[in-house]
């Protein structure tokens, strides 16, 4: 097969990830190896490597779409807006525009099945948890504005957004109604964030500004 040009950039990527998808989705994340993905892309694995440092990235690729949500919740939002406030608008537009990050894209369904199928997956999406957490953490510290402890608000929103999503994908991958299922996760949202304010906040606004 001729090879693409590698140095494409951002359509090299593109077409990686496009073939890399399919192939984990049509036969397992586990029975595809790399070289198998850059034959079919049309570039080398080192190019492949280039775009994405481990295998687990080519189909956990939005990790650095949902860290800079994070950055952006909290350096962004308006004069006088609290960050768990601007935490909750990002999470609840995520979920009116039926985002990947919120596990309610019709597309997520045979995603969650791969993810759940796979240790490496699984290992891999806690990584990025982890990593999001320090993230958010550590925006929170650069703020002037915010005065709270950033470490922990950062721990307990990532952990409730992640028991969130996970119990969506758990009732969507054993096929409940799908209107039932958006329904629940708006509802869970709302509690996630009721219990982030009075619980950590002490009931105090002054906490997440």
Request: aromatic share 8%; charged share 30%; net charge neutral.
């Amino acid at each position: 097969m001729p090879r693409t040009s590698e140095r494409g950039g951002p359509r090299t990527r593109a077409r990686i990830l496009e073939v890399a998808n399919r192939l984990f989705l049509e036969r397992g994340y586990e029975a595809v190896t790399v070289a198998q993905i850059a034959r079919e892309a049309g570039v080398s694995s080192v190019t492949v490597f280039n775009h994405f440092p481990r295998k687990e990235d080519l189909f956990l690729d939005r990790a650095a779409d949902a860290a800079e949500l994070l950055r952006a919740a909290v350096r962004d939002r308006e004069p006088g807006v609290d960050v768990l406030t601007s935490l909750r608008d990002t999470s609840l537009r995520l979920f009116d525009a039926r985002h990947p990050l919120s596990g309610l894209d019709e597309r997520s369904v045979p995603f969650f099945r791969t993810v759940a199928g796979s240790p490496a997956l699984v290992a891999r999406a806690r990584a990025i948890g982890a990593e999001l957490q320090q993230t958010l953490a550590e925006e929170l510290d650069r703020d002037p504005a915010f005065e709270g402890d950033g470490t922990l608000l950062a721990a307990f929103f990532l952990a409730g957004y992640s028991a969130v999503l996970v119990e969506t994908a758990r009732r969507r991958i054993a096929g409940k109604s799908t209107r039932a299922v958006v329904r629940d996760h708006r509802v869970r949202l709302e509690r996630l964030f009721d219990a982030l304010r009075d619980g950590v906040g002490s009931g105090t606004e002054e906490y997440f500004r």
